[in-house]
């Protein structure tokens, strides 16, 4: 048997997801992910909700979300990239809940909706698979400064696990 607060995650989580293939195809989230379709949801998934909304902006709420939170809208996120997309991101939320946090403390990081920052961030790791080649993605998406100074840095974190 389904409790409520089950349903209500269900509910939520697709109109999450919808919200999310609208930011990933680039067009401004509707207002109808803030209507009264949420009335009734527990206190957690309201939390959630909030912190999605704000986050299509920018990371400066980021660090004031909880660890779990923190977890479950990455969770979201990174479904919506493998949903209508097949993007894969393989590495776990709680791996890109510490990156996020390091990179939120950047003021041009802020001022990035978490689904970009996010798809930065696993670029720069090499573990946004869209069927690009990974090397070739990051080039691209990052310029020629940034690939550098994170192929160096990615040398540098393969060198000290090696050792």
């Known amino acids: ?45 309201k939390a959630v909700q909030n912190a999605l909304g704000d986050l299509e902006h920018d990371l400066t709420r980021w660090p004031q979300l909880t660890r779990e939170q923190k977890f479950d809208v990455l969770e979201l996120v990174i479904d919506a990239f493998h949903r209508p997309h097949h993007i894969s991101i393989e590495k776990p939320p709680s791996f890109y809940i510490d990156k996020l946090d390091e990179a939120a403390v950047n003021p041009k990081m802020q001022q990035l909706p978490l689904e970009r920052a996010l798809m930065i961030l696993a670029i720069m790791e090499y573990d946004f698979d869209n069927g690009t080649d990974k090397d070739e993605l990051a080039r691209r998406a990052l310029g020629p400064d940034l690939y550098e100074s994170n192929r160096l840095r990615r040398e540098a974190e393969a060198h000290q696990e090696g050792s």
Do not use: C, S
Not at 15 to 32: E, F, I, K, S, Y
């Open 1 to 45: 048997m389904q409790t409520d607060a089950f349903k209500n995650r269900i509910l939520y989580a697709g109109a999450v997801l919808a919200a999310m293939a609208a930011v990933l195809t680039w067009t401004p989230w509707t207002p109808w992910i803030h209507e009264p379709i949420f009335i009734g949801v527990d206190a957690g998934v």
